[in-house]
């Protein structure tokens, strides 16, 4: 079993920045391939970003590459995202996953184990 709790969320204008983190506790939790998700209002969840179990290969939806960049810490259990140049489309329920074991998650599928979720809200 590994528990996420991500924190990080709040308000801020079009252009700025917000750092999410996401602790992760379970004795496997550095084993995993973990995630970003985020849902916005009325519409389905939807991946954001990956990363490998050893934080070696990320992978980005087309709607945040070049402006979001995911990162863990193993030693930490700790999994970031870092949202630069933020957009009020942004704006959504952000959660992070940890999915599969030694591996890289491509989609929602993949996941076993979800956070709350942290509210991100981008004003225009």
């Known amino acids: 079993q590994v528990q996420l709790v991500e924190s990080g969320g709040g308000l801020v204008q079009a252009g700025g920045s917000l750092r999410l983190s996401c602790a992760a506790s379970g004795r496997t939790a550095s084993t995993y391939g973990m995630g970003w998700f985020r849902q916005a209002p009325g519409k389905e969840r939807e991946f954001v970003a990956a990363i490998s179990w050893r934080g070696v290969s990320t992978y980005y939806a087309d709607s945040v590459k070049g402006r979001f960049a995911c990162s863990r810490d193993n030693a930490k259990n700790t999994l970031y995202l870092q949202m630069n140049t933020l957009k009020p489309e942004d704006t959504a329920v952000y959660y992070c996953?940890?999915?599969?074991?030694?591996?890289?998650?491509?989609?929602?599928?993949?996941?076993?184990?979800w956070g709350q979720g942290t509210q991100v809200t981008v004003s225009s």
């Open positions: 996953a940890a999915g599969p074991q030694y591996g890289l998650g491509y989609s929602r599928k993949d996941y076993r184990f």
